[in-house]
Every structure is written in C-alpha cells, then in structure tokens.
C-alpha cells in the first residue's frame, strides 16, 4: 500500500521569503500525488496535482510542485511567502483501485 | 456552486454516548467520503460511497461507526458507542466521477467532536 511521509511538522519563515515543503512516498507503481492545504476551522483545499507528464506542476495561489521520481518526492514550492499562507499542509499519494493517503502535515508559521 | 455542507460543526459527548454527523455533498457529485483527522495527523479515509452504494469501507470501525447514503445524496455517519478515542475531526468529501483516482475531492469544513 502507498504511504506518505511529510519531515517537517512545523516550519516557520518570514513573510517574503522562499518556501519549500518536503515530501516523500512510497508506491510501487506510478503514484498520483497531491499537495492540500488547511487553514483553522476550514476544511482541506486542493493546491495541485500530478499525474503524468511535466513533473514540475503549477499550482493556485501561486504554488509550485517538482516530482521526482528517483528521490520518491514531491515537494510543494512557493517563492515569496505571504502572511495568508499560515496553515496547515498536506501531502497525499493516490492509485488506481486504492483510496488517498495522506502525510501527517506540515505547519506553516509565518512571521511579519 | 454551493461546497460541501456539514453539520453541526462542534459537538461534545460523553463516553458511551452516540453521535450522528450529517454531510450534503456537491449537486452531481456520485461520490462522498468521510474522513476521520487525529489531532496531529492527516485524514484517514473510514468509508467511500458511490452514489447511495458503498464502496470501500475497509477502515471504518464496524462495531461502533455506520454511515448510509440514502438516495445516493446526503450521507450521515454515527457513532454508537463512543469512545475517548473518538475524539477527532470528522470531514466529508465529494468528487464527481467513481473509481478515478485523479478526480478532485472537495471537502467540507468538517465536524469538531471531543468525547469526555
């Protein structure tokens, strides 16, 4: 069965700065990947998805995904960080004839 | 296009109790899950339906938890008994097609339920 790992459980950087959220799964076969995002008493939104093709996937709010597939990773990108971006990240693996897994989250802080 | 309605938003319990959550997906959509969120950890699927027919529910516990999706639109899960165990946030998706694994899953605000 597909798993999902996130390292991070808590990350904080300055508003404006570079962000990058790490990932990584385990799937034997061609994994459909996806990154969601959490804000306080919302429910989950997804961000992006990958399932073939250009392994660098665009995403809203002007996130960004790379999937590599030598390294089992997807990590989330976003240049400049905004305030608004505080919440909660996840990461998710799916397949086909298996339901969605997700990672354990990342917690984004954002500081002024 | 209305979300994914859930309600209510906040219940508290007892242990031993029951506790009923009721979910309204997106018009159209054939397919809704329930997910059940620890605090500290991410979703985890309990039961998949597709339109009133269930599909996967290999990680609902079966002696306390039923969930039904009467004429394949609105779904409510319960909990009877509740254990301490239970504490945790009950979210509710929807998606359009079955079985496409590449569909995109809206989800509702979830349920808050804390068991004492």
């Known amino acids: 069965a597909q798993s999902v790992t996130q390292p991070d459980i808590h990350i904080t950087v300055s508003e404006g700065a570079s962000l990058e959220l790490r990932c990584n799964y385990s799937?034997?076969?061609?994994?459909?990947l996806f990154w969601y995002v959490q804000s306080p008493g919302q429910g989950l939104q997804l961000l992006l998805k990958?399932?073939?093709?250009?392994?660098l996937v665009q995403g809203i709010k002007g996130f960004e995904a790379e999937f590599k597939r030598s390294q089992s990773s997807f990590n989330l990108r976003k240049p400049s960080v905004h305030w608004s971006d505080a919440a909660e990240y996840f990461c998710?693996?799916?397949?086909?004839?298996?339901?969605?897994?997700f990672g354990a989250g990342t917690r984004l802080t954002v500081k002024p | 296009e209305a979300g994914v309605a859930q309600s209510p938003r906040y219940k508290i319990i007892e242990k031993r109790q029951s506790v009923a959550f009721w979910c309204n997906p997106i018009?159209?959509?054939?397919?809704l899950y329930w997910y059940q969120q620890i605090l500290g950890q991410g979703p985890k699927l309990l039961i998949q339906?597709?339109?009133?027919?269930?599909?996967?529910d290999s990680q609902l516990p079966k002696d306390r938890f039923s969930a039904e999706r009467l004429k394949g639109v609105d779904s409510t899960l319960k909990i009877q008994p509740a254990k301490l165990e239970d504490s945790a946030v009950y979210l509710c998706?929807?998606?359009?097609?079955?079985?496409?694994?590449?569909?995109?899953?809206?989800f509702g605000p979830g349920t808050r339920l804390t068991v004492l």
């Open positions: 998706a929807s998606s359009e097609a079955w079985g496409v694994v590449t569909d995109t899953q809206y």
């Open positions: 799937y034997g076969a061609t994994p459909y």
């Open positions: 990958y399932f073939s093709g250009d392994t």
């Open positions: 998710a693996v799916g397949a086909i004839g298996n339901d969605m897994r």
């Open positions: 018009s159209g959509h054939a397919t």
């Open positions: 339906f597709q339109n009133n027919g269930v599909v996967d």
